[in-house]
């Protein structure tokens, strides 16, 4: 404690790595949420990118720090917190970094199993999605129509996630290169 009966609080390299990536999210989060979407419920999610990158750079604590700290400040910049965005932004963040730790610790124990950034992007998207439908079914909409929207919801996933995946792709080659002075593959 110091003389004014306060804790300093000490961070740590991490702390700050983490929260300059959770900064670069929740900006795409900010920018993205402000462009028009042509249907309703359906967004390319790019800030995905940054927790995918985050998840193959540093590991899946790491990813799920930014992930949370994206929806929740997130949410709070935007004037979404505590409502229906939020609850469905949360449960689409949580399904994902769900799927992503299985499919992450998987890989740890299967090396061959190889699962790159695209695959993690398509699995994180998929999993966002059904997360946020079933939110959406057990919350705000318990009707059977809703169902007639998946196929659409799951093709969108699909398609964003896999260019979110070419973008991580690229995004992690230029990180790993820059850290390792240009000299790696």
Not at 57 to 80: H, N
Request: charged share 10%.
């Amino acid at each position: 404690m110091n003389e004014l009966g306060s804790r300093q609080i000490t961070t740590q390299p991490s702390d700050h790595r983490i929260a300059w990536w959770a900064a670069l999210a929740i900006s795409i989060h900010i920018i993205e949420s402000a462009l028009p979407s042509p249907i309703p419920g359906i967004k390319p999610g790019l800030a995905n990118v940054i927790v995918i990158a985050v998840l193959l750079l540093y590991g899946w604590r790491d990813a799920v720090w930014v992930a949370l700290l994206r929806v929740l400040v997130g949410s709070l910049l935007i004037g979404t917190f505590l409502t229906p965005t939020f609850m469905l932004s949360l449960a689409g963040a949580s399904a994902s970094m769900l799927a992503l730790g299985l499919a992450y610790y998987a890989s740890r124990c299967l090396p061959s199993w190889g699962v790159g950034p695209l695959g993690y992007s398509v699995l994180a998207a998929q999993a966002h999605m059904l997360g946020q439908f079933a939110a959406a079914y057990l919350v705000l909409i318990p009707h059977p129509a809703l169902f007639k929207l998946l196929p659409l919801l799951m093709t969108a996933a699909l398609v964003f996630g896999v260019i979110s995946g070419m973008i991580a792709a690229a995004m992690i080659d230029k990180v790993r290169k820059r850290t390792d002075g240009g000299t790696s593959g």
